[in-house]
C-alpha cells in the first residue's frame, strides 16, 4: 500500500477500532487492523494485533482463525511494512 494523498491511517485506525467496538469478532476487521499496521511500518503494533485477534477467535470464541487471516499474517510477517503491501 503505497500513500497517497488521502491515505490517513490514523483515520483508518479510528474506523477499525469503532467497527471493533460494535463487534469485536469481526475478523475482517481484524484483518484491515494489521493492514494498517503494516502499512504503517509498525512492527509492535502488528504484533500486538495478531495477539489480540488470536485471543478472540482462538481462546474466546474457541475456534479457528480464517484461511484469509491466517494467510495475511504470514504474509505481513515476511514483508516489510511501508512498502507495497496488500490493500485495505
Known sequence: MTPGPHHDLNKARRAVTTGLEVDDTAELLY?????????????????TAIARIQHIINQTLDCSLETETEDLIRELLTTSGTTAAPSL
Not at 493492514?35 to 504484533?47: D, K, P
Open 31 to 47: 484483518r484491515d487492523a494489521l493492514r494498517i499496521e503494516h502499512a504503517a511500518g509498525n512492527r509492535h503494533g502488528l504484533h
